[in-house]
Structures are given as C-alpha cells and as structure tokens.
Nanobody, 124 residues
C-alpha cells in the first residue's frame, strides 16, 4: 500500500519557521516529481511548491517564493518544505502529492498519490 505521510506542522507566531516532511512508503518515488499544496478554511486547494525527480528543478507559487524552499532526499523517499518568515495567511492544511507533472512553472497533481495533510497555523 502506497502512503504519503506529512509531518512537521504546528502552531507558530508570524516570522517563525517550520519544516514539513512528506515520507513515502510502499514504493519509491525516486525520479518522479513531487509537490506541496495547501488549503485554507473556505478556500480551494492551491499549489505551493514542486520539485523534479532529481531535485534539480523547483517551482514555487508567487505567494511563497523567497520564503519557502522545497527539497528532497531520494535515499529516504522524503520531500521537505522549509517555511521561513511565516505569515498568518500561510495558515492552512498542507498536503504533498507525488508523480504529478511539472510544466510552465506549476505542478499538475495526480489524483492517485495524496497524503492526509499536516496543519500549519500562524498567529499574528
């Protein structure tokens, strides 16, 4: 059974940092693109960041560019999202997705591989 398990969320104050992890099990995702999405209450899920299979190419939404960094450790089958200078508007449930398509500066997720999400809450 393939699973994506996100962790690292929590409650922080504005300006602080968090590091999210997405650990995959059941198959290797080495060589496939992976992405992070987020969904705030009452809003649609939105793209945040993506990374190519090798890690050489990364994409970011304008809202997080310069503050968030996506990375991966293929040996650990894990993708990370380092979030710095957090803002209250970053409050959301953060999900990872695997095996999507990176194109034109964004990431098109596959419906097959989603995690359950990890909550990030940023207080002002």
């Amino acid at each position: 059974q393939v699973q994506l398990d996100e962790s690292g969320g929590g409650l922080v104050q504005a300006g602080e940092s968090l590091r999210l992890s997405c650990a995959a099990s059941g198959r290797t995702f080495r060589g496939v693109a992976m992405g992070w999405f987020r969904q705030a209450p009452g809003k649609e899920r939105e793209f945040a960041a993506a990374i190519s299979g090798s890690g050489a190419i990364t994409y970011y939404a304008d809202s997080v560019k310069g503050r968030f960094t996506i990375s991966r450790d293929n040996a650990k089958n894990t993708v990370y999202l380092q979030m710095n200078s957090l803002k209250p508007e970053d409050t959301a449930l953060y999900y990872c997705n695997a095996d999507g398509v990176m194109s034109g500066g964004t990431y098109y997720p596959t419906s097959r591989y989603w995690g359950q999400g990890t909550q990030v809450t940023v207080s002002s």
